[in-house]
């Protein structure tokens, strides 16, 4: 009995320590389980960090490539204001001007002309005056002083590529306000300047001579007066150098014998029937007579309904004084 007593504790004593060791076995494949499954979380972390890295690396360098692309396709320009030019160390002395007009912040003006340009010699003084009647400053550049690239990105900033000269261009901040293609004579670029924003609303054109603009009416008017008056007519747009040059002869001669002398623009009467009525006040030339064609300027003194004396073109200053004593205008 004491046997069986003996190994039934036996026994159940290994039973004890078969558990015991298969509780153990547990723990520890549980302790691998979580030590692998912890490696596993680490391992994954990492990865997951490397990732982001390179993720924000490449995305920040796309994003430079394509700031850079976006700025050398615009060539220099930022939405529709365009900056400095970013060759402009090697650029010259008038192109280097021109950038700093074109991109001041109130509105002004930029001429564009050519020394090789008639009108352009024509304009120029007239811009002049008003620059110093308005202490304007302003920007009259010379196409002639740029290389073939400079003027055709001129033409393309200022809007102006094919125009003729000379072309007045209002800028504002990188931006063109307003341009007019063409010769103005005074008081007609003193409203483009008003216009664009440079002068003042109540700005106009003081001329240096003593020339008083008229209308035809007027004209028509001194036609009639029974006191001998003296017209000039002219055309800047077609008369450019001669109609200038006549002027100042006539001027200084009104100036220097204090005598209105009047002044009728040819684009003034354009589409009245003056140059019909011509021939009816005494006017006459063999161009008038074959086709009523009219030269240029035309210097005329008129009294009781008649032109009693006419030249067309350039006369020297002797020749116009001798007929306006003839005609007892000046002493």
């Given amino acids: 009995?004491?046997?069986?007593?003996?190994?039934?504790?036996?026994?159940?004593?290994?039973?004890?320590?078969?558990?015991?060791?298969?509780?153990?076995?547990?723990?520890?494949?549980?302790?691998?389980?979580?030590?692998?499954?912890?490696?596993?979380?680490?391992?994954?972390?990492?990865?997951?960090?490397?990732?982001?890295?390179?993720?924000?690396?490449?995305?920040?360098?796309?994003?430079?490539?394509?700031?850079?692309?976006?700025?050398?396709?615009?060539?220099?320009?930022?939405?529709?204001?365009?900056?400095?030019?970013?060759?402009?160390?090697?650029?010259?002395?008038?192109?280097?001007?021109?950038?700093?007009?074109?991109?001041?912040?109130?509105?002004?003006?930029?001429?564009?002309?050519?020394?090789?340009?008639?009108?352009?010699?024509?304009?120029?003084?007239?811009?002049?005056?008003?620059?110093?009647?308005?202490?304007?400053?302003?920007?009259?550049?010379?196409?002639?002083?740029?290389?073939?690239?400079?003027?055709?990105?001129?033409?393309?900033?200022?809007?102006?590529?094919?125009?003729?000269?000379?072309?007045?261009?209002?800028?504002?901040?990188?931006?063109?306000?307003?341009?007019?293609?063409?010769?103005?004579?005074?008081?007609?670029y003193v409203k483009f300047l008003v216009a664009g924003g440079v002068l003042e609303k109540d700005s106009t054109y003081k001329d240096e001579d003593t020339l008083i603009d008229i209308t035809y009416d007027k004209f028509k008017e001194l036609l009639n007066d029974k006191t001998a008056s003296v017209v000039l007519m002219d055309q800047y747009t077609n008369c450019g150098e001669s109609c200038l040059e006549e002027r100042k002869i006539v001027n200084a001669i009104a100036k220097e014998n204090n005598i209105p002398v009047y002044y009728l623009s040819g684009n003034s009467v354009s589409s009245t029937d003056f140059i019909d009525k011509l021939g009816d006040w005494g006017y006459s030339t063999d161009a008038y007579k074959k086709d009523k064609s009219v030269s240029i300027p035309l210097l005329m003194i008129v009294r009781k309904g008649k032109i009693v004396w006419h030249q067309n073109g350039n006369m020297t200053e002797k020749d116009i004084r001798a007929e306006l004593k003839d005609n007892k205008v000046i002493k």
């Fill in 1 to 188: 009995m004491a046997n069986k007593k003996n190994d039934k504790k036996e026994v159940e004593e290994k039973e004890v320590s078969k558990k015991k060791n298969s509780s153990k076995k547990e723990e520890t494949k549980k302790e691998k389980q979580t030590t692998i499954v912890t490696k596993e979380e680490t391992t994954g972390i990492s990865e997951f960090a490397k990732g982001l890295i390179i993720g924000v690396v490449v995305t920040t360098f796309i994003a430079l490539i394509v700031i850079l692309l976006i700025l050398g396709t615009n060539d220099g320009k930022v939405g529709n204001k365009v900056t400095s030019n970013p060759s402009s160390e090697n650029a010259s002395e008038e192109m280097k001007k021109f950038y700093d007009y074109f991109e001041r912040k109130e509105p002004t003006l930029i001429v564009y002309a050519s020394s090789q340009c008639g009108f352009c010699a024509l304009q120029e003084p007239i811009v002049e005056r008003i620059g110093e009647l308005y202490d304007m400053d302003y920007f009259y550049m010379d196409l002639t002083k740029l290389s073939s690239d400079e003027v055709s990105k001129v033409g393309e900033l200022l809007e102006t590529s094919g125009s003729g000269t000379p072309t007045s261009v209002i800028v504002e901040n990188g931006k063109v306000v307003r341009q007019s293609e063409g010769m103005m004579e005074g008081k007609d």
